[in-house]
Nanobody, 123 residues
Framework: QVQLVESGGALVHPGGSLRLSCAHSGFDLGWYAMAWFRQAPGMEREGVACITNSGVPTFYQDSLAARFTISRDSDRNVVSLQMNDLKPEDTAVYFC????????????????WGQGTQVTVAL
């Protein structure tokens, strides 16, 4: 049974940093991709970043690449999202997702999802 468990969400001031983690278990695939998505109140879920099991990162929004970093620890089965210089518009529930197969694709391509972790950026 595939399980994705996010952690690390919090209330942070503008300009601050957070590191989100996604602990994953229950699968042993030759090719898969892990991604972070986010959903702000009243908005559609949007992609943040993705990383393949070979360690190749992709950002769904180029503007985030300057502030966010996605990484994976294959020994611990954890995918992390380091977020720096956070802005109020980064406020959202952040979700971890996994898709079997090669490459990073859009939201609908991801088969497994975590429950999400809340990130709030405010004074």
């Amino acid at each position: 049974q595939v399980q994705l468990v996010e952690s690390g969400g919090a209330l942070v001031h503008p300009g601050g940093s957070l590191r989100l983690s996604c602990a994953h278990s229950g699968f042993d695939l030759g090719w898969y991709a892990m991604a972070w998505f986010r959903q702000a109140p009243g908005m559609e879920r949007e992609g943040v970043a993705c990383i393949t099991n070979s360690g190749v990162p992709t950002f769904y929004q180029d503007s985030l690449a300057a502030r966010f970093t996605i990484s994976r620890d294959s020994d611990r089965n954890v995918v992390s999202l380091q977020m720096n210089d956070l802005k109020p518009e980064d406020t959202a529930v952040y979700f971890c997702a996994m898709r079997p197969g090669f490459g990073c694709f859009g939201t609908d391509a991801y088969e497994y999802w975590g429950q999400g972790t809340q990130v709030t950026v405010a004074l």
